[in-house]
Structure formats: C-alpha cells, structure tokens
C-alpha cells in the first residue's frame, strides 16, 4: 500500500492548527486578487536552503525557482523546453518584478559534481549536461596553485552565482526592465552550517555579510 509521507501530514496539520489561522485572511486575499511578489529568487534545490525560510518570507511574497546549482542558462528561443526561462519569462513580464536574486550556497552538490567530473549517474547524464551551461565554450576551470579544494570549490560556487547573472542579461526582456530602471538584479551566498548570508557588491565584485549591509 502507497502511503503519503508520515512527516507532510504531520507537517501540514501544524501548518493548519498553528501558522494558517493567523495568515488565512492573506490566503484567502491572494486567492482571490493573484499574486503580485516584488522579489523573484533564483535557488539550488538543495533540501538545506529554502528560500522562504532564509528570507523568513510570508506567502505571496517571493516567486521562486529553483534547479541544480541555482544556474540560469543563456536565452535560448528554440523548439526545447525551457523551465527557467519560463519562469523568468512570467516573472518579469506578467508579474513585473522589481528584483531577481540568484541565491548561491556552500556546500553544493551540483558545484562538487562538476569539480570533481563524476562519472554520469544515469545514462541520460542529466546533472552533467546540466551543469555544463555553467561555463563558456573553450573555458577551463581549475584549482589554482596554493588554492586549498575548500577554497576552490566555494570560489566556483560564488562564480556559478556571477555566471548566472551573467546569462539573465541575454535574456532580451531581462536587459530591457535592467535598463530602464524597473528592476535590479542581486547575488547573494548562503553559508549552511552558520546560517551566514552574503549579499554580492556590484562595484567591488565581492560578498559582503548581510548582517553588516
């Protein structure tokens, strides 16, 4: 017999008894007039960082997509099938958001697998063509001397994060709303293990910690 996970019942009867009586008027509001969230966040699928709970975000507030290693691939108007694109596609010009923030992390497992160049999983090779957008034809990625592998894995980790922000710009309807001033695109770094935000400085190029911002 197929049974539905013990732990989403459990979690949904606390949702229903605990967080939804104080929030079902917002519900029942979003319900009814759709939802209009100013921030699109772009994540990892990684179980350990939800968007919604880094941004202790409420319901409605955040559209968020998320995929191996939070990447997002160069606009392609083919016959493929696009699921960030069409994310972003709704995102900036049905929901007309004011700000995209590529949300990186410590610890990914889609940045390791590209490091390490582990032998494909299933035949289809899914995660290794996937994280091969990650970079440029011709482009070489490698440890650089004195560099420890923590070191070199966190610095691909914030540059799968640079790259992502790179690609969003070929998207024509991206570069349009950036340009005139409608939104903004943001980089941000999360640390696992200490909970640690980075929010990326455009002008140096570096993440600064949120808590000093």
């Known amino acids: ?53 880094i941004f202790d975000a409420g319901p409605g507030e955040l559209f968020v997509v998320r995929n191996i290693a939070n990447l997002v691939p160069t606009y ?24 995209i923030v590529v949300l990186g992390h410590a610890q990914c497992g889609g940045i390791r697998a590209f490091i390490d160049k582990i032998e494909p999983l299933t035949p289809g090779d899914f995660i290794g063509k996937w994280m091969q957008m990650f970079i440029k034809p011709g482009e070489v990625v490698e440890q650089r001397e004195h560099e420890t592998m923590a070191q070199f894995v966190e610095r691909i980790e914030k540059a799968a994060v640079f790259r992502s922000l790179e690609n969003l710009m070929t998207f024509p309807f991206v570069r349009k709303a950036v340009e005139s001033g409608q939104m903004q695109t943001h980089g941000a770094y999360f640390g696992v293990a200490e909970g640690s935000l980075f929010v990326l400085d455009k002008a140096t190029k570096e993440f600064r910690n949120a808590r000093e911002a």
């Open 1 to 53: 017999m197929v049974t539905f996970p013990k732990q989403l019942l459990d979690g949904y009867k606390a949702f229903a008894t605990q967080r939804l009586p104080t929030e079902q008027n917002r519900y029942r509001e979003l319900s009814v007039k759709g939802q209009s969230p100013e921030t699109m966040v772009i994540g990892c699928c990684d179980s350990r960082v939800s968007p919604e709970v």
């Open 76 to 99: 392609q108007p083919d016959e493929g099938a696009h699921g960030v694109s069409a994310a972003l596609e709704f995102a900036v010009t049905v929901l007309k958001v004011k700000h």
